[in-house]
């Protein structure tokens, strides 16, 4: 397959790629584009057949559900059942933002898009390139991150352009993207709202909403869901080639392990990677992968140090843990589930 590939500036915006990119997703072709959270491989969410060229681009299982993107809120009443008090609530704080909501979805949404279930995952983007090629196509846009199945999320160019060129019809290349994890998933269908994938419209910001609100139990251990509800809840994902393990404990304690542990692998021939914090980056006897200096630079900068791990060639990956509050619940959810769970205490 030929893949188009163009540039836009987010700050001088070129109308006439907008409808040129719109038009191509209006008429069933799969697109790469921007957006605040991760780069989007998109397609028409209404058509079936270019549903299914998502699945094929990413290799991707059938029955994971797509996230659909929409740029106006007016949008949703045409796809959902109802839009109930605390849906409404919560798109008045967060939207546009990236924060996905779970509707029980009208016939319009055909099941290869829903992952064959009743419900749909939606969001307005706030990236102004995402909104307006999506006000361009003039359809509800399906579009998971733009990755192979199972791969960290893309972030910046370079990362869709080595993956995907030749897998889809276009990619519009824009800036890097702000916030670097996909949104937060948040189901409103049971007694009381569920988050489903967290990120950074946080369970603290979601409570000052909405009162009660809790993380999905199976998120918290390493069982695969049978039938995921939302995009991101699969067992393993997010992962490179390289074995990541979690350490945990104070810094002292896992420095000292971390080390000990890549004094070992020294031994066997194995190389060795350490994902920090940048006051940690002179500790360690391997290479080390910044992650920021904060939690927010951490989540900015996660997936994009995950896929240089690979580019170094390295074979074991040590991860640094965090306190899961904030966007730290965020990040450990990747963490863990690019490690598979593996958890090491030091």
């Not at 989007?40 to 998502?54: F, P, R, S, V």
């Not at 000292?256 to 021939?269: A, F, H, V």
């Not at 006897?285 to 995950?306: I, P, Q, R, S, V």
Request: aromatic share 6%; proline share 5%.
């Amino acid at each position: 397959m030929e893949t188009i590939i163009k540039t836009i500036d987010s700050n001088d915006i070129d109308m006439d790629i907008i409808e040129e990119f719109g038009k191509m997703l209006r008429e069933g072709k799969t697109v790469i584009f921007p957006t605040e959270t991760v780069y989007g491989l998109g397609a028409n969410a209404l058509d079936e057949d270019a549903a299914a060229k998502i699945y094929t681009a990413k290799g991707r299982p059938s029955d994971n559900p797509l996230l659909v993107h929409v740029s106006d809120i007016s949008e949703v009443d045409n796809l959902v059942e109802n839009v109930d008090e605390k849906a409404k609530l919560l798109m008045e704080k967060f939207w546009p933002g990236p924060l996905t909501i779970l509707f029980k979805k009208k016939s319009v949404i055909p099941d290869r898009t829903s992952g064959g279930l009743d419900t749909v995952a939606i969001r307005m983007p706030s990236d102004e390139v995402a909104r307006r090629i999506i006000k361009a196509a003039a359809v509800p846009i399906a579009a998971p991150s733009a990755n192979i199945s199972g791969k960290p999320s893309p972030t910046k160019a370079e990362h869709i352009i080595e993956d995907m060129k030749g897998r889809v019809d276009a990619i519009l290349i824009g800036g890097e993207c702000n916030f670097g994890v996909e949104s937060t998933i948040v189901d409103l269908s049971g007694d009381y709202p569920l988050v489903l994938r967290p990120g950074c419209v946080t369970l603290e910001m979601l409570r000052e909403v909405l009162g009660k609100v809790e993380i999905d139990p199976s998120l918290m251990n390493k069982d695969d869901n049978i039938k995921a509800k939302a995009p991101g809840m699969k067992y393993k994902h997010y992962s490179p080639d390289a074995q990541v393990y979690i350490v945990s404990g104070d810094d002292s304690s896992r420095i000292s392990k971390i080390n000990e542990l890549i004094d070992e692998n020294s031994k066997k021939g194995l190389k060795t990677g350490v994902l920090c914090m940048s006051k940690n980056l002179d500790s360690y006897k391997a290479k080390t992968f910044d992650l920021g200096n904060n939690y927010e630079e951490a989540a900015h900068n996660l997936f994009d140090e995950l896929i240089k791990l690979d580019k170094e060639g390295i074979d074991i990956a040590y991860a640094e843990s965090f306190e899961e509050k904030g966007v730290g619940v965020a990040i450990m959810n990747r963490l863990k589930k690019s490690a598979g769970y593996r958890i090491i205490k030091a």
